[in-house]
C-alpha cells in the first residue's frame, strides 16, 4: 500500500503520525485497469504496478513511486523488459548534478551496488532511459520522488525480479477513474485524483479536473447508475470501488472488511524501522514528504479520450 492511496481513503487522518485511537481505512479493493491483462501494467495515476503472471488468472498488485513533476514517468507507452540486474549501479545525469549543485549538493559519479543506493538492489530495464526498480528511501513510495523512473519497496522489487522474465510487455497507463461491470450487473467506479500537470495545479488547492473517458462513461451510462453516486464519488476521490447502480436507498458504498491471505505474495513488512529505542525514536521516523494538499470539488468533463501519444524514451 503506498502513501497516496492511503491518503485518498482517510481524508482528514494524518496517515504518517496518526493519533492513538484513529481508524483508518486500509483500501484493498480495485478494479483493474482497462488494459491488456499480460505482462506488467503501471497505472501513474493510482500509483500501482500490476502484474499478470504468464498462464495464470492471478494478478499482483504492488504500490510504486513515480517521476516528480517535470521528470514524469511516462504515460501511453507499451514497452518490454530488456534486461534485469542484481545490484544496479547508478550513474547521475550531467542534469540531475546540476539540480543537485544548485541547492548545494553533490552527488558522487556513480553510486556502486548497495543498500544505500538509491536504486535499491535490483532493478528491470526497459527502454533505454527508464528502469523498474528499488529504492533506499521506501517512505518515498506512492508519492512522485523519482526522476522518471518506478520505485519499489525492496521484498516488492526482489520479488519481480526473481519472477518476471525478460521480454515480458510493460505498458504505461494514466486512468485516474477507472470502471466496471461485475458478473451480477453491479456497476463500480473508482476514482482517484489526477496527476498534476503543471506547478500552478501542483500548488494549488483546486482540485485537478477529471474526464471521464470513454470506456468508463460506457459503463456509466447505464439506466440503472444512480448519477449521485458517481458525482459523490468523482468528487470524493477516495481510490476505492464504489458500487452506483442497485435499489434506490440499497447502494453498498461502505469499505468491505476483507479478512488478510496469509499466502499473498510478496509479503508485506512494516514501513517503519523497529530500532533498540522502539518504532517512534527519531531514529525511525523518515522525513516527511511534501503532497499535494486535498481540495474543494472540481468539474467533471465527460468524454471521449484523446488519441494515445508515442511516448519514446
Request: hydrophobic share 35%; aromatic share 6%.
Amino acid at each position: 500500500m503506498g502513501l497516496s492511496n492511503m491518503l485518498e481513503a482517510n481524508p482528514g487522518v494524518d496517515v504518517y503520525l496518526p493519533k492513538a485511537g484513529s481508524k483508518m481505512i486500509i483500501p484493498q479493493q480495485l478494479i483493474l485497469p482497462d488494459a491488456p491483462r499480460e505482462g506488467i501494467v503501471i497505472n501513474s495515476a493510482e500509483m500501482r504496478l500490476y502484474y499478470y503472471p504468464k498462464g495464470s488468472k492471478t494478478v499482483v498488485v504492488l504500490p510504486i513511486g513515480i517521476g516528480e513533476l517535470g521528470k514524469d514517468t511516462p504515460i501511453n507507452w507499451t514497452t518490454a523488459v530488456e534486461r534485469k540486474k542484481d545490484g544496479p549501479t547508478w550513474t547521475p545525469t550531467k542534469g540531475m548534478h546540476a539540480d543537485y549543485a544548485a541547492r548545494g549538493e553533490t552527488l558522487p559519479a556513480v553510486f556502486p551496488p548497495g543498500p544505500d543506493n538509491p536504486m535499491g538492489l535490483y532493478a528491470l530495464y526497459i527502454g533505454r532511459l527508464y528502469a523498474i526498480h528499488g529504492t533506499n528511501a521506501n517512505f518515498g513510495i506512492g508519492l512522485r520522488v523519482s526522476h522518471g523512473c518506478v520505485r519499489l519497496r525492496a521484498d516488492d522489487i526482489k520479488w519481480l525480479y526473481q519472477n518476471v522474465p525478460v521480454g515480458t510487455r510493460v505498458q504505461f497507463v494514466d486512468q485516474p477513474v477507472k470502471a466496471t461491470v461485475e458478473p451480477d450487473g453491479s456497476r463500480y467506479v473508482e476514482v482517484h485524483n489526477p496527476l498534476s500537470t503543471t506547478e500552478e495545479q501542483f500548488n494549488s488547492r483546486e482540485l485537478v479536473p477529471i474526464t471521464l473517458n470513454q470506456a468508463v462513461s460506457k459503463v456509466l451510462v447505464d439506466a440503472s447508475v444512480n448519477q449521485d453516486q458517481v458525482n459523490g464519488a468523482i468528487q470524493g476521490r477516495t481510490g476505492m470501488p464504489v458500487k452506483v447502480n442497485g435499489v434506490e436507498n440499497n447502494i453498498q458504498t461502505a469499505p468491505v472488511p476483507m479478512p488478510e491471505n496469509p499466502q499473498a505474495v510478496p509479503q508485506e513488512e512494516p514501513m517503519t524501522p523497529v530500532t533498540s529505542q522502539g518504532a517512534n525514536s527519531d531514529a525511525a521516523q523518515p522525513q516527511q514528504p511534501a503532497t499535494e494538499p486535498a481540495a474543494p470539488a472540481a468539474p467533471v468533463t465527460p468524454a471521449a479520450p484523446a488519441a494515445a501519444a508515442n511516448t519514446s524514451s
